[in-house]
């Protein structure tokens, strides 16, 4: 059915141009181009899983594997996905990254109602623009449970400056039935046991603190199972760089290489080489390296989280005998590109000379003596909305007061990082930053895609104990 319907408008809407017929009826045409639609089935339910090296257990997936399905459209194409809901709770997926229209956005009870067990939902939008993005679960502690997938949208026109491509996701598991939600916690729930959550919350629905990790794994394998990106010589490789991690940052390096980094959240940057590559979760990096070291390496991680255990993927030129890659060291000396030092390519997403016309403050603190991770000291859902208006220039302010990094995600925009040192047409655009502790970092974005807007900490175990609020316009 929906077969017969989806050629009919590719045959008939497909250049959103309105036909002629004979007797001069013209079928009416939709009011802007409509791209090819890219039909996606995903369906959300547990499966028995083994990522190589542990035992076999029980994970929450998309169609049955970790991590989901890729979806890769070109820029203009709609997206379309059916899902159904086989999991003993209710779901959503969020497109993280894209500026998809609201009811889109997939957020339980801010843009939809959760999709309970047995009905399905279809989700539908224009993927744009070109770029690196995560598709995941925003219910509950799903994210930990490996309820997630990539999501890329290529250029329309592939300007194809690289020989071969590789999608990289970084995940932090626990290898046991459910996944996050059932793992040792490293922080004793002694704690929560004597404060029995917050005043007047059952323990029961208290939160769960940050699990220890016992498996980090790249496209679902842990090494040495990770499958080897394979090159030849003189190879110019491109490396999508994703974490989807409910609670780990990885500091990445790659032994014999420098890598240049060419995007970040998916918007393109001023080519930098770098030897030490920072990513928190839910941010996205393009990097390229020249094959121009022959042997075997590694590219590998130290995390910040609270598992044990090591992060590697190998590097194998083609040809190469040796069984041992070697591993790169994090030495005092090596090139760390931060954010600072990243410039935008200037492609038209110049923010305005203008001065913002709002300004919102929003302190990060919790994690001494209780389980609530806060934004001015207000713990989600009793934390107040941003309110803004359509149009206006917004400028927020976090000030880390913890000792925990956060990456903060603001939905359905792009914002620019504020670099006070350099011109502002030069601040790169993100979706998605890490305030460091104790540290003060500013955004600022253009109100333009009017709804309810889900803002949070990206470490999983953070946004459930509070830390959160909603951006709001009409
Ligand atoms: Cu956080």
Not at 95 to 115: R, S
Request: overall charge neutral; hydrophobic content about 35%.
């Amino acid at each position: 059915m929906s077969m017969t319907r989806r050629t009919f408008i590719k045959a008939t809407l497909g250049a959103g141009v309105g036909l002629s017929f004979p007797g001069g009826f013209v079928f009416p045409s939709r009011s802007r181009a409509q791209g090819k639609v890219r039909e996606y089935h995903l369906f959300a339910s547990r499966a028995r899983i083994n990522l190589g090296v542990g035992p076999d257990f029980w994970a929450w997936t998309y169609n049955g594997l970790v991590p989901g399905p890729e979806i890769r459209v070109k820029e203009g194409e709609v997206i379309r996905v059916i899902l159904k809901n086989y999991l003993p709770e209710e779901t959503t997926i969020h497109w993280h990254g894209v500026p998809v229209p609201n009811p889109m956005d997939g957020v339980p009870d801010v843009t939809q109602k959760g999709v309970r067990p047995g009905e399905s939902f279809v989700y539908e939008f224009e993927a744009r623009p070109a770029g690196t993005y995560l598709y995941h679960s925003h219910a509950r502690y799903q994210l930990d449970q490996g309820l997630y997938g990539p999501l890329i949208i290529e250029p329309a026109n592939m300007t194809g400056a690289y020989d071969r491509e590789y999608t990289l996701m970084l995940e932090d598991w626990v290898m046991m039935d459910e996944g996050g939600v059932s793992a040792p916690r490293k922080r004793a729930n002694i704690l929560m046991g004597m404060m029995g959550g917050r005043e007047g919350t059952p323990p029961s629905r208290a939160p769960l603190l940050e699990p220890g990790y016992d498996g980090y794994a790249v496209n679902g394998r842990v090494y040495p199972e990770v499958v080897p990106i394979t090159v030849n010589q003189g190879d110019k490789v491109k490396l999508r760089v994703l974490n989807p991690s409910s609670a780990t940052i990885y500091t990445l390096s790659m032994a014999g290489h420098r890598l240049t980094i060419t995007h970040t959240d998916g918007r393109p940057v001023k080519p930098v080489e770098t030897d030490v590559l920072r990513i928190g979760m839910g941010e996205r990096y393009d990097v390229e390296f020249v094959a121009n070291n022959p042997g075997y390496w590694l590219l590998a991680a130290m995390e910040q989280g609270l598992g044990e255990g090591e992060l590697r993927i190998p590097i194998r030129y083609k040809g190469t005998l040796s069984k041992e890659p070697v591993k790169p060291l994090f030495r005092p000396g090596l090139r760390f590109v931060s954010y600072w030092d990243l410039r935008s390519l200037g492609s038209g997403d110049t923010p305005s000379s203008e001065a913002p016309e709002r300004f919102y403050s929003q302190v990060l603190s919790g994690g001494m003596r209780s389980p609530y991770w806060t934004i001015n000291g207000q713990v989600y859902p009793e934390a107040d909305p941003l309110p803004v208006t359509k149009g206006e220039r917004i400028r927020i302010g976090y000030w880390n007061r913890s000792m925990k990094p956060h990456p903060m995600h603001l939905h359905g925009h792009f914002f620019h990082l504020v670099n006070p040192d350099v011109p502002k047409e030069t601040w790169i655009q993100k979706d998605t930053v890490i305030v460091n502790p104790m540290e003060k970092v500013e955004i600022e974005f253009l109100a333009d895609n009017p709804g309810k807007w889900f803002h949070h900490c990206h470490n999983l175990y953070h946004m459930m104990a509070g830390m959160a609020n909603v951006l709001v316009y009409y």
